[in-house]
């Protein structure tokens, strides 16, 4: 083991030259590895480019033996002993050897025999005397102990139902814990299916009038004469077909909240009566000629550029400021793909319960499909993703060929053309493909490819394809 121990203090860029009695220094870390790394309560786990466990020191062990896995760390897979939540969408030291980035305090969970932990892990990248990667690290703490107060601040990482941890949107989640208390009106702007909707409906919920209605207008899906009944209501006999009087959309949200979608819609007659509303609190059904008062705190959201409709005169620049005393603009999820694997993880959960499934895993191959996708159909779009994949798979792990065609027939030549030699890239993509396809049959993997069996073994050693 006391070669192993080198290796980690190796990796964790200690540079005895750069100290006193450099000479010695060295031969003390050398001699004392095992010891050193066996005294910090953080657990360590080293693995080779195998996966192969080569190293677990003592406060690993212990943190492991909670869940009764202490049998299995002799000689073992990491996936075997280790098997967190993290595994799932694809191995957190393979994407630090692929990206060259460290991961730092990435949360996971790992259940066995009926127990859990939620563990907190870095990553750092074993390397020999030539710089050459032989192998990762795992280092990790036990954060069970203190999930009562993770829970309290849980909304760091989520606002009622909404996920995500990009810097982006925990800027959203901090102005909406500051907005939702207040009165003030409130601008969401963001691309169709960025989660506009679910967005208001938190301000409303986290806010005063939570015990108050909470009333959904869609402006684009009305025409102007149907809006303005739906907003303000109208009277009997205002015009054909208005054979009773009826109460509008400000009148049931009174003491609560309404929540204009698509905004941008509204017609320059409609945006003079929201204007007069907002300003005053009070407006008259259509065809009639009572003053009504309301209380309601309106928010609006659109997937248009509001500042553009006014400059090109379609938009009321009064109201629009009025609109926007608060903005909030939501990121596409292609600025925050760092979001997909706990948004598919959420959907996962959501569709195991409503199709009564047991979907537990997404293939390293169709994660990197979903994590490369674009969405130009955003949040929404990933849930009918995943939703689709539930309706083709008949396992437990979702894997490429379970996928929309669109995300399976990507364009391949466009991911390899930049690599150092991608014809090769180009081959290990499409062998790659075929085996995730034929479930690592290797004998249909060949027929597919044309190629013998001998000939696939002999590219799959070549290339590293290893089944994982």
């Known amino acids: 083991m006391k070669d192993n121990g080198r290796e980690v203090i190796n990796s964790l860029a200690l540079n005895p030259d750069a100290m006193g009695g450099a000479g010695k220094v060295h031969d003390y870390l050398d001699i004392n590895s095992d010891t050193i790394l066996n005294s910090i309560a953080d657990g360590v786990i080293v693995i080779g480019l195998d996966h192969t466990v080569l190293f677990v020191n003592r406060a690993a062990r212990e943190i492991l033996a909670r869940v009764g ?72 703490r036990d954060l069970s102990l203190i999930k009562e107060l993770k829970d309290e601040l849980k909304g760091r990482y989520s606002f009622e139902n909404i996920i995500g941890k990009n810097y982006r949107v925990h800027e959203v989640f901090e102005l909406l814990r500051e907005v939702a208390p207040t009165k003030a009106t409130v601008l969401i702007e963001g691309e169709t299916g960025t989660g506009k909707e679910l967005i208001a409906n938190a301000i409303h919920h986290n806010s005063p009038r939570s015990n ?62 929201l204007l007069r509303v907002l300003q005053e609190g009070e407006f008259e059904r259509v065809g009639g000629s009572k003053t009504l008062k309301v209380n309601v705190r309106v928010i609006t959201a659109t997937n248009k550029n509001l500042k553009a409709a006014v400059e090109k005169g379609e938009f009321r620049e009064d109201l629009f400021y009025r609109l926007k ?3 909030i603009t939501l990121p596409p999820l292609r600025a925050r793909k760092d979001d ?35 969405y130009p159909g955003n949040i929404r779009e990933l849930e009918h993703v995943i939703e689709h994949a539930f309706v083709r798979c008949q396992g437990k792990t979702l894997n490429p060929e379970h996928l929309p065609k669109d995300l399976q027939n990507r364009d391949l030549v466009g991911r390899v053309i930049n690599e150092a030699e991608p014809l090769k890239a180009l081959e290990k993509e499409i062998i790659a493909q075929a085996l995730n396809e034929t479930g690592w049959k290797y004998n249909d993997c060949a027929r597919k490819l044309k190629m013998s069996r001998t000939t696939l073994w002999r590219r799959m050693k070549e290339f590293g394809i290893e089944k994982r």
Do not use: W
């Not at 202490?70 to 957190?92: R, V």
């Not at 996971?108 to 074993?126: P, Q």
């Not at 015009?239 to 979608?261: C, N, P």
């Not at 199709?355 to 994660?367: G, Q, R």
């Open 69 to 140: 896995a202490e049998e299995l760390l002799t000689n073992a897979k990491c996936g075997d002993i280790f098997g967190h939540s993290g595994c799932t969408f694809g191995c957190l030291i393979n994407s630090t050897i692929k990206t060259g980035e460290h991961l730092y305090n990435y949360e996971v969970s790992l259940e066995r025999n009926g127990r859990s932990l939620n563990l907190s892990i870095n990553t750092a990248l074993l390397k020999d005397k030539n710089n050459n990667v032989i192998g990762g690290i795992e280092i990790f």
């Open 212 to 273: 108050g209605p909470f009333i959904k207008v869609n402006c684009a899906a009305l025409s102007e004469g149907l809006l303005e009944s739906e907003l303000f209501g109208h009277v009997k006999g205002a015009f054909t077909g208005a054979v009773s009087d009826k109460i509008g959309r400000f009148e049931l949200a009174d003491g609560g909240t309404l929540f204009l979608d698509e905004v941008g819609d509204i017609t320059p007659h409609t945006q003079v009566k």
């Open 325 to 327: 005393v608060v903005p």
């Open 340 to 374: 997909i694997p706990l948004l598919v993880k959420h959907f996962i959960e959501k569709f195991n319960r409503e199709m009564s499934m047991e979907i537990t895993n997404v293939s390293p191959a169709a994660m990197e499909l979903l994590m490369e996708y674009n």
